[in-house]
């Protein structure tokens, strides 16, 4: 097999946790063409990624006519894919599938299975890359999940640096990314702890982290959210990295990261940079690789807003 294919529905983060499959399935045929389909807002993603050829865009959960999907099939069959893999277990996505007309059509056991030629288990106990991982069982891969790779531009690298000498972060920084995404929220999946409680987890830390100065990330959507911390604590700097790999650059220069359970989480598992991740109701075991590396330390409530600050300030100053 030549030329693989994987569905791979969700935001940023879910790329992120399935990057280890496309690492392994690109170990095991170095010479592949390996192309994923990937909802709009998650393409950037594939920027820091090494092991994907091309990224065709499709709203698996959009309002989507007959010739928008028409126009994704053509495109598939174009491309004459061996294999395919996918993490959808809808039956819409499973018939999809099967009018691709691909030979090897690879997903989860459940509902429409006879529209696969092979499935495998799904085991939700467990860490999500894992999980996502078994997939490749499908093709009778067995090895090893790896650990989240991430492919970084030279020139991303560059725009770091030069931001670091700019803000003065050369000897080191603490970064605090806690934005969330706009759809997220509006699905009820609310992943921003308070911006004053943060206000509060900074002040308690400031005078005890050695003058290491505290930076905050605004992306796109989070100009509320930074404002409302930048108006207590306004000598903080803030950086806005226009893309993942500046962010994901920023955050392995990093001394520490704080965040919630979100994208910039994975790319501090992946990069190495100790953390403190907020979580709510989600299981850490599921979105962590190790919940015994020291590293890597979380917060977790019944609500994110339920973590009181001093828990968090606790966890800081507890390496």
């Not at 959210?225 to 990093?254: Q, R, T, W, Y």
């Not at 190790?290 to 009181?308: A, Q, Y």
Request: hydrophobic fraction near 45%; proline fraction near 8%.
């Amino acid at each position: 097999m030549r030329r693989f294919l994987a569905l791979v529905p969700g935001g940023v983060g879910d790329q992120l946790l399935f990057f280890p499959t496309l690492t392994t399935l690109k170990r095991s045929f170095p010479d592949a063409v390996i192309d994923v389909v990937v909802e709009p807002r998650s393409a950037s993603a594939y920027r820091v990624c090494g092991a994907v050829n091309n990224v065709l865009k499709f709203d698996f959960k959009g309002q989507n006519s007959l010739a928008d999907i028409g126009n994704l099939l053509g495109t598939i069959r174009d491309h004459n894919y061996d294999a395919v893999i996918s993490l959808g277990t809808r039956f819409g996505v499973r018939f999809l599938l099967w009018l691709t007309g691909i030979p090897v059509r690879v997903g989860y056991a459940g509902q429409g299975n006879w529209l696969l030629t092979n499935t495998v288990p799904l085991n939700q106990n467990q860490y999500a890359s894992r999980m996502y991982h078994d997939l490749l069982k499908g093709l009778g891969i067995t090895a090893d999940c790896p650990p989240i790779i991430l492919n970084l531009p030279k020139s991303d690298l560059e725009w770091a640096d030069n931001t670091k000498k700019q803000l003065n972060l050369t000897s080191g920084y603490i970064l605090l990314h806690g934005g969330s995404s706009a759809l997220a929220v509006s699905k009820g999946i609310n992943k921003v702890y308070d911006p004053l409680k943060w206000v509060e987890v900074l002040q308690g830390i400031q005078p005890k982290v050695g003058g290491v100065p505290i930076v905050l990330v605004q992306g796109p959507e989070d100009s509320e959210f930074v404002g409302a911390i930048a108006k207590e604590l306004p000598n903080l700097p803030i950086v806005s990295p226009p893309d993942i790999g500046k962010l994901s650059a920023m955050i392995a220069g990093a001394n520490l990261l704080l965040c919630t359970d979100s994208a910039p989480m994975h790319i501090g598992t992946a990069v190495g940079t100790a953390m403190v991740a907020l979580f709510g109701p989600t299981d850490p075991a599921k979105l962590l690789p190790s919940l015994t590396d020291p590293r890597i330390r979380f917060v977790k409530g019944e609500t994110i807003n339920d973590i009181p600050p001093k828990a968090i300030i606790d966890k800081i100053l507890s390496a």
